[in-house]
């Protein structure tokens, strides 16, 4: 059986590296792009006369003879390096100039790659999912409450940085009547945090951290949802039968973009969720975050009487931002006003 490409690349992840950061080092490091061309205008200084690799058009070829003659790698894994530049051609990091110059097949690097490689999410589309849970596990906490009565519920949240700070981000209602909230990691470690702004009606509560973060990353938000786009979820679902709340993955696609009763614009997903995933970041496959689960949709006696099954619902992330710039704004008129 075929392995995907995505995991034949993760196995090579410092081949892969190599040959990613040579094809978009125009974009991504102008130091290395400076040494490349050195490097290969002095080998193809006859037959370089369209000024291919001073532009940034690199061939396979090019590449190969880039890390023998620099003497960066010894390896030469051509089943490898292609499938390599297939994928990155597929999600559109670099386009091919074949029929433009002469020669071997180049390739050169789409712009917006500088702006993946800044947030560190250049290498998840190209590694697939299983390097997301991975890289991201972390990043997805589990947010205990104890109610009054004794009773502990499980929800989710996630960390981002925003404009002061890091913060866990997650629902109003996972924290609702708490008299106690611990927040852990996947790993269980507890970790301190501020409650600072809570949105009833959006259902959106910010977590802000205390807490040394001992190298988690921050995952970043895109306002981009596509419908039947692919989707990942990480979260803290409650599992029948089971002794504790574990992290659980589902993939799934954006359905469709509707307004609940509140007048909230959400969009329905089809990944799995049930009580314990609410706060669970939705990711599309950069590892963006596009939004956050906040409920199911089902009316109880439909699912009774005609067997009518939920749908899954999500907080856009640009509502997400849009809160935390208003609530911002609302701190710093609170601290003019104090002056």
């Known amino acids: 059986m075929l392995k995907p490409r995505t995991q034949q690349l993760y196995e090579h992840e410092e081949y892969v590296r190599d040959v990613v950061q040579f094809f978009l080092s125009k974009e991504i490091d102008p130091a290395l792009f400076t040494e490349i ?9 006859k037959e370089d006369k369209l000024g291919r690799i001073k532009t940034g058009m690199f061939s396979l070829e090019d590449f190969r003879n880039f890390m023998m003659i620099s003497g960066r790698s010894n390896r030469n894994l051509p089943t490898i390096d292609q499938l390599v530049v297939d994928q990155m051609e597929e999600v559109n990091y670099i386009y091919s100039l074949g029929q433009l110059v002469s020669g071997p097949k180049s390739y050169t690097a789409q712009k917006h790659v500088r702006d993946l490689y800044k947030q560190d999410v250049l290498y998840n589309q190209l590694f697939g999912i299983e390097y997301i849970i991975d890289k991201y596990r972390r990043s997805v906490f589990k947010i ?8 502990r519920d499980i929800g989710t949240g996630f960390l981002v940085k ?3 700070g890091c913060y866990v ?9 708490a008299v106690r909230l611990r927040l852990l990691d996947v790993d269980e470690n507890e970790f301190e945090f501020d409650v600072v702004h809570m949105d009833k009606e959006k259902d959106i509560a910010y977590l802000k951290i205390k807490s040394d973060l001992n190298g988690i990353v921050p ?4 306002k981009e949802q596509r419908v039947l786009s692919e989707i990942i979820t990480i979260g803290y679902p409650s599992i029948p039968m089971t002794k504790e709340a574990y992290q659980v993955y589902h993939r799934g696609e954006i359905n469709s973009f509707v307004e609940d009763y509140r007048g909230n ?6 990944a799995k969720s049930s009580s314990g995933n609410s706060g669970s970041p939705v990711l599309n496959l950069h590892g963006h975050v596009v939004g ?3 409920k199911e949709l089902y009316d109880p006696d439909q699912l ?23 609530y911002a704004r609302m701190q710093w008129h609170k601290k003019s006003n104090d002056k």
């Open 37 to 45: 061309v050195k490097v290969l205008s002095k080998l193809h200084a």
């Open 144 to 151: 205990e409450n104890m109610a009054s009565n004794g009773v």
């Open 162 to 164: 925003l404009l002061d």
């Open 169 to 177: 981000i997650t629902n109003e209602h996972v924290l609702d009547q």
């Open 219 to 222: 995952l970043h938000f895109t």
């Open 265 to 270: 614009q959400i969009f329905l997903i089809s």
């Open 292 to 294: 956050m689960v906040v």
């Open 304 to 326: 009774m009487t005609k067997g009518k099954l939920p749908y899954y619902a999500a907080i856009p992330s640009q509502t997400i931002i849009s809160e935390h710039f208003r």
